[in-house]
Each structure stands twice: as C-alpha cells, then as structure tokens.
C-alpha cells in the first residue's frame, strides 16, 4: 500500500449523507482495519518491530525502535510518521486525517487522542478540513488527553492526563486543563539517564 493518497475529502455534500471519501481510500482504510485485526491487535506486548512492521506496509513511516501498542487506534498509517524511540500507548486514539508526526522519544500515553480532522463550520456544505498535528521530540501526551487539529507540541512539552490543547504548546513546558494551560517550566535532572527506559511498559 506504499504511495497511498491519504486524503480525497470533500466531492460530496455531508449534509446529504454522502462519502467524503474516494472509493480507493475507503477500501485502503477498510483493508488497513482488517490487517490490523488479523495480524496485530491480538500479539504481544513486545512485538513492537512486528507492529511497526505491518504499519509501514500500509505507508506509515515508523521507526524500528519506536513502541506502537496492539490496542492503538490508527485511522491511516499513511499519514503517520513516527520517530525513534518514540511510543504511542494502550488505546491511543490516532485520527489521522491529516499528518501526524510523533518526534523522538515522544510518548503519547494511553487513551490519549491525537485528532488531525475537522470540519468547516462556515462551509453549508459542513465538508472536512485535515490540520496536520506535530509532537516534538522528548514531549509527552499524557493519559487521555486531547490534541487538536493543527496544532504544534513543542519539543520537550508535557499536556498533563486529560488535558486539551487546541493551540500550539511551547517547548519544555508543561501544561495541564482544558483548554490547557501552563503551569511551569520542564526541567529534567539527567537528560541522558531520563531516556534509558522511557515508555517501557505493557498492556
């Protein structure tokens, strides 16, 4: 499935009940769901390499050391980039509509959902709008929290569990709430020991 358009949105009239998506991208996504159900949904925790594997199948580019866990939802690895040693958790919802790029060391924690479509709200015909969505690297989503579409983690940024950020977060801060809020700078003790075993854990 490598060169698969990720996105034909917008040709039909939403209001009116019709796809917003092209035939091919319906099958591409459907025959995705299946793969995954079939092949990587029921592994075990540590088959990360075999995940991502599978994920790269389908257009993703996945790093071979990054963590993706058999009970994450991904809505198009085609538009998914993830960088070494990064790792999207247990349940973590990946709408990728647009593109997603989860940078090195990342962690997007369980039940976390990162959300890169919407819709024009101005448009009578209600069509869909893909923003592309950036974590940077060392950042953390953490448990169930909400980024939306469009917007920028910076770099070394943590949005505390259950926090929701609808615009660009700064580098090294760490927020919390909905909308989130900073609530202090992020410093670390040891940058070198910090990412030893970063994200290690099992579901």
Same mark, same amino acid.
């Given at each position: ?27 591409? +996504? &459907? ?28 257009? &993703?580019? /996945?790093?071979?050391?990054?963590? /993706?866990?058999?009970?994450?939802? /991904? ?6 980039? $993830?960088?070494?040693?990064? $790792? ?19 962690? $997007? ?12 709200? !101005? ?7 893909? +923003?592309?969505?950036? %974590? ?28 929701? &950020? ?7 801060? /760490? ?18 020991? !910090?990412?030893?075993? %970063?994200?290690?854990? !099992?579901?």
């Amino acid at each position: 499935m490598r060169g698969t358009t990720p996105l034909d949105a917008g040709t039909t009239r939403a209001w009116e009940g019709g796809p917003s998506f092209s035939l091919f991208n319906r099958v591409y +996504r &459907a025959a995705f769901s299946i793969a995954w159900a079939l092949f990587a949904a029921w592994t075990p925790p540590p088959l990360h390499r075999w995940r991502a594997w599978l994920l790269r199948r389908f257009g &993703a580019r /996945i790093s071979p050391t990054a963590r /993706i866990y058999r009970s994450v939802r /991904i809505w198009s690895p085609a538009n998914l980039h $993830v960088s070494d040693h990064a $790792v999207i958790g247990p349940g973590a919802n990946i709408y990728s509509m647009g593109k997603i790029s989860i940078g090195a060391y990342a962690i $997007v924690s369980q039940g976390a959902h990162l959300c890169a479509g919407t819709h024009d709200v !101005s448009d009578p015909n209600f069509q869909l709008k893909a +923003r592309p969505i950036t %974590i940077g690297e060392r950042a953390w989503i953490a448990a169930e929290a909400f980024v939306g579409p469009g917007v920028s983690v910076g770099p070394g940024c943590v949005l505390g569990a259950r926090g929701c &950020a609808m615009r660009d977060l700064e580098d090294w801060m /760490i927020y919390s709430g909905n909308p989130a809020i900073p609530l202090r700078p992020r410093t670390l003790r040891n940058l070198a020991g !910090s990412t030893a075993n %970063i994200g290690d854990r !099992s579901d």
